[in-house]
């Protein structure tokens, strides 16, 4: 981010555990905001969470399976959404609030320490921002953003979160599979020898198609009820289901490369899913990395397509390669070199098992309550994810612009653009 970019350095110094007061009485200890990091092992955080759907309802389940968080407070854009959510997680009547601006109750409520953002990702940089300035720890899914304009806000907030020893976890959990971490050591020690090129691709058929009830757009009062219960396929909200879902596969490869991407090119098209909203069914990019690095990338959303989530990044001494499993489980491996004579590729690296299940989003959940209460150990001890979870969310939008484009876009370019995607008012 020319100018603008912020170091890890920068998000992650100064951050000595803060010695926060015990709060006797109730079974849910009560931990401000500004003073939760550090508290002892048996404090409990209190979550306000925004955005009540089905992604958001699994990352509010494994908070609270922590046996460290509590979902205390609401806010959707519909009725129907926090009914579901107050039934199933037992919130007061109270503190369940319904509307566009129903995250500033949230925000203003000094009770709660973090919130869990999970809407459709065209409301994240508000809600960020507003998290921030109002001193709550941050666990946002991705990605944090749709537009140039909306990244630059979360990664101005991420600073301030920074400065305030603020806990920022991006649901890009990866990052927190133990497989994972073990490929990005051994890759940073060298063990793929000079990397010359990557990919990367979340490739499966269409999606939502019970959910997006073809014919029902009359029952829905307004034009913006329609798109917000049908987020997915408008631009302004979900930013392309190349930023919406590929983001976790583009991520991975600037994760193991230690760099964004410098520059993209790419393709595609809306072909086969045409009847709903303004989104694109395929993408093919093609990303340069420092020192000549090339990383292809595809997203395809057409039924029919084969399916293939995975990265891979082949270099002279080893490849580096992943698959999709399900519930997150860690696939990550680095493939060595066949010689003469062997009958198989040998491993340099396969997660055995040994310490347990390899679980992202468990892992993920896990990590952000520990970080929050300050009993956390290593590089979880305090986590910032801005920094990368930007980066990430920006080259996406760069890659689906190259395309929407149909030119080569720069870094510098995609991170200064004003191109700012909003809600067109009634069709």
């Not at 519909?78 to 199933?88: H, I, M, W």
């Not at 994240?124 to 909306?150: M, N, Q, T, Y």
């Amino acid at each position: 981010m020319k100018n603008q970019d912020v170091s890890r350095r920068d998000f992650v110094k100064n951050t000595a555990a803060v010695t926060a007061a015990t709060i006797a009485g109730s079974t849910f200890t009560i931990v401000k905001a500004e003073s939760v990091r550090g508290t002892k092992a048996n404090s409990t955080v209190q979550i306000g969470w925004v955005g009540n759907g089905g992604q958001g309802t699994r990352d509010a389940e494994l908070l609270e399976q922590t046996g460290k968080a509590k979902i205390v407070a609401l806010a959707d854009y519909f009725q129907y959404r926090v009914d579901k959510a107050k039934e199933k997680f037992k919130v007061d009547d109270k503190k369940s609030y319904r509307g566009i601006d129903a995250y500033k109750a949230i925000m203003s409520d000094s009770s709660i320490d973090a919130v869990l953002l999970t809407t459709p990702p065209g409301f994240r940089p508000d809600h960020f921002r507003s998290a921030i300035a109002a001193k709550k720890h941050v666990f946002a899914e991705k990605p944090l953003a749709v537009d140039a304009p909306g990244c630059r806000m979360v990664a101005e907030a991420g600073e301030k979160a920074a400065a305030q020893k603020l806990s920022v976890v991006v649901g890009l959990q990866r990052h927190y599979s133990k497989a994972y971490r073990a490929c990005k050591k051994l890759i940073d020690e060298g063990a793929l020898g000079i990397v010359g090129l990557a990919h990367s691709a979340w490739d499966q058929g269409d999606l939502w198609q019970n959910r997006r009830a073809k014919y029902d757009k009359a029952k829905w009062p307004t034009q913006m009820d329609w798109e917000v219960e049908h987020w997915y396929y408008f631009k302004w909200l979900s930013g392309d289901h190349i930023v919406e879902q590929n983001i976790h596969n583009i991520d991975v490869i600037s994760w193991m490369m230690n760099s964004h991407p410098l520059k993209a090119a790419g393709f595609g098209a809306r072909t086969a899913r045409t009847e709903i909203g303004d989104i694109w069914d395929h993408f093919a990019i093609t990303y340069e990395y420092p020192k000549g690095v090339v990383s292809s990338n595809t997203c395809i959303q057409i039924d029919g397509t084969m399916g293939d989530v995975s990265e891979t990044i082949r270099g002279s001494k080893g490849t580096f390669t992943t698959s999709n499993a399900k519930g997150g489980a860690g696939t990550a491996s680095i493939l060595g070199k066949r010689e003469r004579g062997m009958t198989e590729t040998p491993y340099i690296y396969k997660y055995d098992g040994a310490q347990g299940r390899d679980l992202h989003y468990d892992q993920e959940a896990a990590t952000f309550v520990a970080s929050v209460l300050g009993t956390g150990e290593g590089e979880d001890k305090y986590r910032n994810d801005t920094k990368y979870g930007v980066e990430s969310t920006l080259s996406a939008i760069m890659g689906r612009d190259a395309a929407y484009k149909g030119r080569v876009i720069t870094w510098d370019e995609a991170w200064n653009s004003k191109e700012k995607l909003a809600f067109k008012g009634a069709a």
